[in-house]
DNA sequence: AGCATCCAT
């Protein structure tokens, strides 16, 4: 008897024990007879690894790939591969995952997990999934952005009969797998489908909370040294059983691991970023090996933004093989006064920019309209548009460009992609890819805590910005990008000057990526070229405007900048800029990002020139966000739109000559207007939107 | 004078 043979056997028991196994019958009759299923059950009862192998057995993949998305790389990963071993096949075989930089499929790949990343991308590529029998959307109580788009997406597609029928023989299904207490929303969202849930076995659990954590801590970035101390005392002070530890990353992961290495080497633990409703989850078993109804133990650590609904969804935890307790480190008052009953969805709280641009590509073009699960504010999607017009994404009617044709098939913001499509069309893309790529990677400088190692890495760091030529933030980037790619040994290098070696190698691949893909948008015919005329030095610099221009700040006085956008933010060069305290030798700027922490900062800035941009700005402010986005012809009357038009037209003559923050501040009161307008058209789209769900 | 979330294409 082998071994192999007897693990087989025992995961083939474990799959018949699993909540889930009972309902299997239904559960795809279920499928088969509904376009729309939401799907709900407690984590392990088996849905995400159980359902696809179920519809299999059932035979829809002979119609099509089973295609199941998850919001996290691990997650689709590590799935895909128990659910190939359950199937007993080769992983990329029947079963496979893609996530980006890790395409694991082939032809005879039916069942795919993926991140809903990926799935939305494979849409723009095939509209229709035609591809697909059955897309199963997994977590969708996360709310991530890409989830979100989807749900929109195929509702829209799908729940158009006339269209659904075009182009497919056999309609696509859709499942959407959530926890709990999203159901009835989701349902709804989705022509009131019907909700299947697989009930779990669950046991009662016990909730104290803790003494340490108060409504005074909110800021509290040491929790993991509470964490760790309430481990230790239920280690020794309560029955035996296994603890489960919520972290919120890799980092305080790894210093909890220390801590606990450190303060008792006899604990036996191990860590498993696997799980899918959690960032990290520490494993701790108390005495060796545990039976498995041992009475089970979890803390919460109150990381920053962590909201009740998730808290106690993590509690239940505790109860799923035998009654179960949860200790909470913060404060029954913290509870109370602290946390937020949900997170706000994350399509409310990003750039939109990115995501309209997919939309429209998709041939969405009244993103206004939209269905949203949950809309993000309107001033939000205007200020995209606004955005992908700047960049010359879209047309003043609101049409993608053949530029915008081309933008959306990188994975940047636009306003980059916008520089790096500029810089390519002089031949000089060697500058702007690396760029790019480090711009989309999470911050490469070490800053360590200790105040000795602190001021060491910062002298190192603005060494590195020196020698790149000082004064760009953007060119020390791309200067450390190519001394570490070209260095003997990149980690050493890294490790020498303080810098994320994990970030500069994410930042290695996703360069490779933009240039794959940009050699392949090059080889078409309406690719533009253009001859740089200006001074070489400056090319770099122009290459950013073109993209960045809507992230032009101006010095006002002293150190205080005020942003070109209409809104005249007052804002500050981050500490970590190369221009930080040069801020008297400088005017005009463009900068990546904005920051709020203390003061507004400016991050990775660069000095520019006015003439620069004094061409650009005016189309700031020129255009009508709404006609962007379709609403405008629809719905406002032909006098309305006489009267924009000729306030338009009076715009494009007042010229650029004058002083452009004079004008920007003018501008202040024409905004208000429309903001009164903007408020008017939203009224009215949620009245139409209540009825659409309603119906 | 003073810097911080996480995930994803």
Same mark, same amino acid.
């Given at each position: 008897?082998?071994?192999?043979?007897?693990?087989?056997?025992?995961?083939?028991?474990?799959?018949?024990?699993?909540?889930?196994?009972?309902?299997?019958?239904?559960?795809?009759?279920?499928?088969?007879?509904?376009?729309?299923?939401?799907?709900?059950?407690?984590?392990?009862?088996?849905?995400?690894?159980?359902?696809?192998?179920?519809?299999?057995?059932?035979?829809?993949?002979?119609?099509?790939?089973?295609?199941?998305?998850?919001?996290?790389?691990?997650?689709?990963?590590?799935?895909?591969?128990?659910?190939?071993?359950?199937?007993?096949?080769?992983?990329?075989?029947?079963?496979?995952?893609?996530?980006?930089?890790?395409?694991?499929?082939?032809?005879?790949?039916?069942?795919?997990?993926?991140?809903?990343?990926?799935?939305?991308?494979?849409?723009?590529?095939?509209?229709?999934?035609?591809?697909?029998?059955?897309?199963?959307?997994?977590?969708?109580?996360?709310?991530?952005?890409?989830?979100?788009?989807?749900?929109?997406?195929?509702?829209?597609?799908?729940?158009?009969?006339?269209?659904?029928?075009?182009?497919?023989?056999?309609? +696509?299904?859709?499942?959407?797998?959530?926890?709990?207490?999203?159901?009835?929303?989701?349902?709804?969202?989705?022509?009131?489908?019907?909700?299947?849930?697989?009930?779990?076995?669950?046991?009662?659990?016990?909730?104290?909370?803790?003494?340490?954590?108060?409504?005074?801590?909110?800021?509290?970035?040491?929790?993991?040294?509470?964490?760790?101390?309430?481990?230790?005392?239920?280690?020794?002070?309560?029955?035996?059983?296994?603890?489960?530890?919520?972290?919120?990353?890799?980092?305080?992961?790894?210093?909890?691991?220390?801590?606990?290495?450190?303060?008792?080497?006899?604990?036996?633990?191990?860590?498993?970023?696997?799980?899918?409703?959690?960032? *990290?989850?520490?494993? +701790?078993? +108390?005495?060796?090996?545990?039976?498995?109804?041992?009475?089970?133990?979890?803390?919460?650590?109150?990381?920053?933004?962590?909201?009740?609904?998730?808290?106690?969804?993590?509690?239940?935890?505790? *109860?799923?093989?035998?009654?179960?307790?949860?200790?909470?480190?913060?404060?029954?008052?913290?509870?109370?006064?602290?946390?937020?009953?949900?997170?706000?969805?994350?399509?409310?709280?990003?750039?939109?920019?990115?995501?309209?641009?997919?939309?429209?590509?998709?041939?969405?073009?009244?993103?206004?309209?939209?269905?949203?699960?949950?809309?993000?504010?309107?001033?939000?999607?205007?200020?995209?548009?606004?955005?992908?017009?700047?960049?010359?994404?879209?047309?003043?009617?609101?049409?993608?460009?053949?530029? *915008?044709?081309?933008?959306?098939?990188?994975?940047?913001?636009?306003?980059?992609?916008?520089?790096?499509?500029?810089?390519?069309?002089?031949?000089?893309?060697?500058?702007?890819?690396?760029?790019?790529?480090?711009?989309?990677?999470?911050?490469?400088?070490?800053?360590?805590?200790?105040?000795?190692?602190?001021?060491?890495?910062?002298?190192?760091?603005?060494?590195?910005?020196?020698?790149?030529?000082?004064?760009?933030?953007?060119?020390?980037?791309?200067?450390?990008?190519?001394?570490?790619?070209?260095?003997?040994?990149?980690?050493?290098?890294?490790?020498?000057?303080?810098?994320?070696?994990?970030?500069?190698?994410?930042?290695?691949?996703?360069?490779?990526?933009?240039?794959?893909?940009?050699?392949?948008?090059?080889?078409?015919?309406?690719?533009?070229?253009?001859?740089?005329?200006?001074?070489?030095?400056?090319?770099?610099?122009?290459?950013?405007?073109?993209?960045?221009?809507?992230?032009?700040?101006?010095?006002?006085?002293?150190?205080?900048?005020?942003?070109?956008?209409?809104?005249?933010?007052?804002?500050?060069?981050?500490?970590?800029?190369?221009?930080?305290?040069?801020?008297?030798?400088?005017?005009?700027?463009?900068?990546?990002?904005?920051?709020?922490?203390?003061?507004?900062?400016?991050?990775?800035?660069?000095?520019?020139?006015?003439?620069?941009?004094?061409?650009?700005?005016?189309?700031?402010?020129?255009?009508?966000?709404?006609?962007?986005?379709?609403?405008?012809?629809?719905?406002?009357?032909?006098?309305?739109?006489?009267?924009?038009?000729?306030?338009?037209?009076?715009?494009?003559?007042?010229?650029?000559?004058?002083?452009?923050?004079?004008?920007?501040?003018?501008?202040?009161?024409?905004?208000?207007?429309?903001?009164?307008?903007?408020?008017?058209?939203?009224?009215?789209?949620?009245?139409?939107?209540?009825?659409?769900?309603?119906?």
């Amino acid at each position: 008897m082998s071994k192999p043979n007897k693990s087989e056997t025992k995961r083939c028991d474990e799959a018949k024990s699993l909540p889930i196994f009972q309902h299997k019958a239904k559960l795809i009759q279920a499928v088969k007879d509904n376009v729309f299923l939401v799907v709900t059950g407690e984590t392990g009862s088996g849905k995400t690894t159980q359902l696809p192998q179920y519809l299999y057995e059932a035979g829809l993949w002979k119609a099509g790939k089973i295609g199941v998305t998850q919001p996290r790389r691990v997650a689709a990963i590590t799935v895909a591969q128990r659910v190939s071993h359950e199937m007993r096949c080769t992983l990329g075989k029947e079963v496979g995952y893609q996530v980006r930089f890790d395409d694991c499929t082939s032809q005879d790949t039916v069942v795919k997990y993926m991140t809903d990343g990926c799935l939305l991308r494979e849409i723009l590529a095939d509209p229709r999934l035609s591809h697909y029998s059955v897309v199963i959307l997994d977590e969708a109580h996360e709310r991530s952005l890409n989830t979100d788009i989807l749900l929109g997406l195929l509702k829209k597609t799908l729940l158009d009969v006339h269209k659904a029928s075009k182009g497919r023989s056999v309609p +696509l299904r859709v499942v959407v797998m959530s926890a709990t207490l999203e159901t009835g929303k989701l349902s709804a969202f989705l022509g009131h489908c019907p909700v299947f849930t697989i009930p779990g076995r669950t046991f009662p659990v016990t909730s104290r909370f803790g003494s340490a954590i108060g409504p005074k801590d909110v800021d509290s970035s040491s929790y993991v040294n509470e964490v760790v101390r309430v481990a230790l005392d239920v280690h020794s002070g309560e029955m035996a059983g296994d603890i489960l530890v919520f972290l919120t990353g890799q980092s305080e992961i790894e210093k909890a691991c220390d801590m606990l290495y450190e303060k008792a080497e006899n604990i036996d633990y191990r860590y498993d970023v696997q799980d899918q409703t959690v960032e *990290g989850l520490l494993i +701790l078993p +108390l005495y060796g090996s545990m039976p498995t109804d041992q009475q089970r133990q979890i803390f919460q650590p109150p990381p920053p933004g962590i909201r009740k609904s998730e808290a106690q969804q993590r509690a239940g935890r505790a *109860g799923r093989t035998s009654a179960g307790k949860c200790f909470r480190i913060y404060t029954n008052e913290f509870w109370e006064k602290c946390m937020l009953e949900y997170t706000v969805p994350e399509i409310q709280r990003t750039s939109l920019t990115a995501v309209v641009l997919t939309l429209k590509c998709l041939g969405v073009h009244d993103v206004i309209r939209f269905p949203y699960l949950d809309r993000p504010e309107e001033r939000l999607i205007l200020e995209a548009l606004k955005q992908l017009y700047q960049c010359d994404a879209i047309d003043r009617r609101g049409r993608v460009t053949q530029l *915008g044709e081309l933008m959306v098939e990188f994975p940047l913001h636009p306003g980059l992609t916008r520089a790096l499509l500029k810089a390519a069309s002089f031949g000089c893309e060697d500058i702007l890819l690396p760029v790019a790529a480090m711009l989309s990677v999470e911050n490469i400088f070490i800053r360590p805590g200790h105040p000795e190692k602190q001021k060491e890495a910062d002298k190192k760091h603005r060494r590195l910005a020196a020698k790149a030529g000082g004064m760009n933030d953007f060119a020390t980037l791309l200067s450390v990008f190519q001394w570490c790619k070209a260095s003997d040994s990149p980690s050493a290098w890294c490790k020498d000057h303080w810098i994320h070696w994990r970030a500069l190698k994410s930042a290695f691949s996703i360069e490779t990526q933009l240039r794959e893909i940009l050699q392949r948008l090059q080889q078409k015919r309406d690719f533009p070229v253009e001859t740089f005329t200006g001074k070489k030095s400056e090319l770099f610099r122009r290459c950013l405007c073109t993209g960045y221009f809507s992230n032009v700040a101006r010095r006002s006085v002293g150190k205080i900048f005020s942003t070109m956008d209409g809104h005249g933010t007052a804002v500050h060069v981050h500490p970590s800029s190369s221009l930080f305290e040069q801020e008297a030798e400088l005017d005009w700027v463009i900068f990546h990002d904005m920051m709020v922490t203390s003061r507004v900062y400016l991050r990775t800035v660069c000095p520019i020139r006015y003439e620069w941009v004094k061409d650009l700005l005016p189309k700031l402010h020129e255009v009508d966000a709404y006609e962007l986005s379709n609403i405008a012809r629809e719905e406002v009357n032909e006098e309305e739109l006489a009267k924009l038009e000729s306030k338009e037209a009076k715009r494009q003559k007042e010229g650029s000559d004058e002083d452009m923050a004079k004008k920007l501040e003018k501008r202040n009161d024409e905004a208000s207007v429309g903001d009164a307008r903007a408020r008017y058209l939203q009224r009215k789209l949620q009245r139409q939107q209540h009825t659409t769900t309603t119906l």
